[in-house]
């Protein structure tokens, strides 16, 4: 077994910096469901200055978050707008009907990416045997969209739209903080076009745990109550909000090392017979790509770079994801470039 794994499956599997314990040892607590801890209160204002927003509520996760918004934005019966491959509908265990009663309209984007054309007309009429169209909810970046970066003019576009015909807008930000660096558009604008913004702390900032969302205070105030009822509502919470306000100072601007980790990677298997980078150009730090069948499978793949110690996630029977973070180094993105190179075509010779 290899001494050094380079784990590239996720952006969540980073381990807390040594400065980050330090911070999250040092940090002063009270009771958060009484409002109480002083760290949670700090997070939650640095975040809704970093978002141009109100207000901003500290939540344990992603899903929560954005479920909390969804479930605050409408009533059961309504319907949100989203695009087919979004996380808040597929990667959320139906959050949206289970816990919201709301039902998905899913419109196919390219790579995750809407135009406003396509939304245009999908607004219900009034009328007693028809869901109410509600929200629209939009990803930046986009997960399974290969991490791309949701083009500024049209989000603004879809929401002008939106925001015409009374509809809200909702962002799901888990990595919003890797389209503002490798843009340089800062978060603030990113966040304008919508009426609620969740972020995660727990995937390329490297904090063990924590989310936040934000909007108007009016809003905040309502999702506070709905994360008591999801049971989110946390006490000495501030231990992980100091994680989160480190990660914040520490590890945003560093994300431009995982991009360039990532564009590394993706030289490698561009330039390997049998695997195609889907989409071919990767914008920040997730590579999503399609395998040949005649190389094998995804599986086949990940087996094959874990025996050189580098572990891949094989969401579909063709299809892996590699996620660059924290916790691999320029020389780790190299050696795992390295291996593409060599390594997966001597799979086929072997195969074959
Ligand atoms: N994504 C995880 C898995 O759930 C797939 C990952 O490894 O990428 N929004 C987006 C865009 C996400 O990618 C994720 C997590 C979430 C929300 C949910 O965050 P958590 O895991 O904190 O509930």
Redesign the pocket.
Known sequence: MPEHWIDLR?D?VTRPTPGMRAAMQAAEVGDDVFGEDPTVNRLQERVAELLGKEAALFVP????S?QICIRAHTQPGDEMLCEATC?VYN?EAGGPAVLSGVTCRCIEGDHGILDVSQLEGKIRPINDHLVRTRLVSL?NTH?RGGGRIFPLEKIEAIADWAHGHGLVMHL?G??LWNASVATGIPLNVWARPFDSVSV?F??GLGAPVG?ALAGSREFVTRCRRIRKLFGGGMRQAGVLAAAALYALEHHVTRLADDHRHARLLAEAIADTPGLRLDPPRVETNLIWIEVDPELGTARDVAATLKAHGILVHTPGPQTLRMCTHLDVTAADAERAADTIRRQVPRRVRVAG
């Open positions: 996720s969540t996760s992603g899903t929560m954005n996380h990667y990803e997960n799901d888990a990595r995660c727990s995937k989310s």
